[in-house]
């Protein structure tokens, strides 16, 4: 079933998926021959491809078959069993949900046409991937069948349209390919929904505590703030807890080995499920803290930062006054603004070593002394960054309105938290044992040695 550059391959089916597909199989050398119920009415095709009805001759034209249609359509092709007897029929048909049909539509389509090779592939890739070519879009094209020869013939046409090929092995893999496309993030489904869980509790939580105290108690409405203030409240808190817990599985998983004295026991199934998740907690950490940049930076330019700043001056000079400069004040900003430079600076180079293109060109060593080193520095700048931020008022009345913390001190906690249990891991007592169970090491069970020695 070898291919070679002159030859003809058939698509069947004249969408936008087998239009694209047309073109980039010309673009690389084959000649192409289209089946379509409506040869003459099928919209414009790539040029230089024939066109040809659903019949046996277009089914006889070439000994590799692309079926492009859906598979509700099917049923017309039963009819060419015996024209497609032997040829390779490559499948890719998707669903518009998982477990549409009781079985896979490459097995479906084998089930009716026995004497043909089915393949299931390309039904990852989309019309948009093949026009634009592998270079903007995905290289990867996953392939299974029965036939070893007819996964060698797809996998020939897809290396030389300048994709890689990944063997799934049987046809039986058919249904876990199709359902691949109706996945939705599923990596960032858990993030993205702690993500949002935070920002909405933190945001009524300090709606409540700053634009409703404000009206309650003091008759003021400050519900404009709602927009700029109340949001750079939230987008700072939810990014320092979710960068504390990229780190905190971490923690929680060597404490786990030390207790076990050993690697080798499997950690729960919620601690692996954390854990392989914590690229995308960083990197939305990361959009949360970029967003509080941006909200920073137009603080100036406010109208109520503006009003409040004229009012002031206005007032002082009626009143012939002049503010005495305060030191420890100066300091305390210019160590809030500089932790914070600092912190959000390590947090880029983490989410920039986090693409594939650059963890790909650093070593082990050096993209774990990135990822961890620099990312539990990022850490404890942020939270001395909050600390600071806090300042006297941690131990202010004031602060507690209706005897509630503020949100920034309930940001603490988990970074906090991490960041000590991370002192006590890197005490060199706890980090000569740990790196010993890491490297093989296991810590002998009391009952095992005194069974050991009674049955000797």
Request: net charge positive; with cysteine.
């Amino acid at each position: 079933m070898d291919l070679c550059v002159c030859e003809l391959l058939c698509i069947f089916g004249t969408g936008d998926f087998g239009r694209s597909l047309g073109q980039r199989l010309l673009q690389s050398g084959y000649r192409v021959v289209y089946g379509s119920r409506r040869p003459h009415s099928c919209g414009p095709l790539p040029q230089g491809a024939q066109v040809m009805s659903h019949t046996a001759a277009a089914a006889q034209s070439a000994s590799l078959v692309f079926v492009c249609i859906h598979r509700e359509h099917y049923d017309f092709l039963e009819t060419l069993a015996p024209e497609l007897k032997g040829k390779v029929l490559v499948d890719v048909s998707n669903n518009l949900k998982k477990n549409l049909y009781p079985e896979a539509n490459a097995e479906y389509l084998q089930r009716l046409i026995p004497g043909a090779h089915v393949v299931k592939a390309f039904n990852t890739l989309s019309a948009w991937a093949l026009q634009n070519g592998p270079s903007d879009a995905s290289r990867q094209v996953y392939l299974c069948g029965n036939s070893a020869e007819a996964k060698e013939a797809v996998s020939e046409v897809a290396t030389k349209l300048g994709l890689t090929v990944l063997d799934r092995g049987s046809l039986t893999a058919a249904r876990e390919l199709e359902d691949f496309p109706l996945q939705l993030f599923p990596e960032w489904r858990l993030p993205l929904r702690l993500a949002a869980s935070l920002a909405a509790a933190f945001f009524f939580y300090l709606l409540i505590r700053d634009v409703v105290y404000a009206y309650a108690e003091e008759g003021k409405d400050i519900s404009f703030r709602i927009m700029v203030s109340l949001a750079n409240k939230v987008f700072p808190i939810v990014s320092l807890i979710m960068l504390a817990l990229c780190y905190l599985p971490g923690v929680i998983a060597a404490f786990l080995q030390l207790y076990r004295g050993t690697k080798y026991k499997r950690f729960p199934d919620w601690l692996d499920r954390w854990m392989l998740c914590r690229k995308q907690l960083g990197l939305l950490a990361l959009a949360f803290a970029s967003l509080h940049v941006l909200y920073t930076l137009i603080i100036p330019i406010r109208y109520y930062v503006r009003f409040k700043i004229a009012e002031s001056t206005i007032s002082k000079i009626k009143e012939n006054k002049t503010s005495v400069f305060d030191t420890t004040l100066a300091w305390r900003a210019d160590s809030y603004y500089s932790m914070g430079i600092l912190g959000y600076a390590l947090y880029v180079l983490l989410g920039i070593t986090s693409l594939p293109s650059v963890s790909n060109a650093l070593s082990w060593r050096e993209f774990s002394f990135i990822q961890s080193k620099l990312g539990y520095l990022t850490l404890f700048f942020c939270t001395l960054h909050t600390y600071l931020y806090g300042g006297s008022r941690f131990l202010s009345p004031s602060t507690y309105k209706w005897y509630t913390p503020p949100g920034y001190i309930l940001s603490l906690v988990v970074p906090s938290v991490v960041l000590v249990l991370k002192l006590l891991i890197i005490l060199p007592c706890v980090d000569r044992t740990l790196t010993r169970i890491r490297r093989g090491w296991e810590r002998t069970d009391p009952e095992d040695d005194t069974k050991k020695s009674l049955l000797t």
